[in-house]
């Protein structure tokens, strides 16, 4: 089945405890993305990548981190997460940039104490 | 930088009858996509519809379809004979040509289906 998978599902943690939402895609797609979703503000890209070891910053990136050191695999890192990062965190995945359909990952709520 | 504006945070409807959820955007491009995408209560993300900037024709999917005024940067998205599995949040988003790769969300619509 074509999918993206974002692991893990759920997760509390504490402030500065550093973290990774792993995300894959099966699709051999070239781009890849992250968003977070809050309340009243929709889906914020955080960063994307167009293919691999090429990322770039989307509309809130500080906090995050990125690597695509393989096609499938695009994990977000929060270094050193705070309170403000908790949100619901949604992997993306298409053919060619953002103009293709988007296959989204279930979704990863992530809270930070 | 693109935005992207949903001004109606909640809509309702009765069963089978027809909505218009409303989506304006700011841009100077002129050649850009334009999506509709449903969120159930699952949080699973649908595409709806698809809509390319320079084909006049407004896009259609069964049930849905979308009235594109390019000129007046609006894209509203006509859910008819609705039903109950039509409720959900409702997002807007646009992607441009030059700024490949990013994808602008608007803050989303929540659509209530009333049997």
């Known amino acids: 089945e074509a999918q993206v998978t974002q692991n893990p599902r759920y997760l509390i943690t504490v402030t500065g405890k550093k973290l990774t939402v792993t995300c894959s895609q099966n699709?051999?797609?070239?781009?890849m993305s992250w968003y977070r979703q809050d309340p009243g503000l929709g889906l914020r890209q955080i960063y994307y990548?167009?293919?691999?070891?090429?990322?770039d910053k989307g509309d809130v990136p500080e906090g995050y981190k990125v690597s695509r050191k393989e096609k499938r695999n695009f994990p977000l890192i929060l270094e050193s997460p705070s309170p403000n990062q908790t949100s619901l965190y949604f992997c993306?995945?298409?053919?060619?940039?953002?103009?293709?359909?988007?296959?989204f990952g279930a979704g990863s709520r992530l809270t930070v104490l | 930088a693109q935005t992207v504006t949903q001004s109606q945070p909640e809509m309702s409807v009765q069963e089978a009858e027809t909505v218009t959820l409303s989506c304006t955007y700011d841009?100077?491009?002129?050649?850009?996509?334009l999506f509709w995408y449903k969120q159930p209560p699952s949080r699973q993300m649908i595409l709806v519809i698809r809509?390319?900037?320079?084909?006049?024709q407004n896009a259609t999917e069964n049930r849905f379809s979308v009235n594109f005024q390019k000129a007046a940067k609006s894209f509203s998205l006509k859910i008819s004979d609705s039903q109950l599995g039509d409720a959900a949040m409702y997002f807007c988003?646009?992607?441009?040509?030059?700024?490949?790769?990013?994808?602008?969300f608007g803050q989303g619509t929540i659509l209530t289906v009333h049997p």
């Open positions: 993306a995945s298409s053919r060619a940039g953002g103009a293709n359909v988007l296959t």
């Open positions: 699709m051999n797609h070239e781009y």
């Open positions: 990548s167009m293919n691999v070891e090429v990322t």
């Open positions: 841009t100077s491009e002129s050649d850009y996509y």
């Open positions: 809509q390319e900037a320079y084909k006049q």
């Open positions: 988003a646009y992607w441009g040509g030059t700024s490949y790769g990013k994808l602008t």
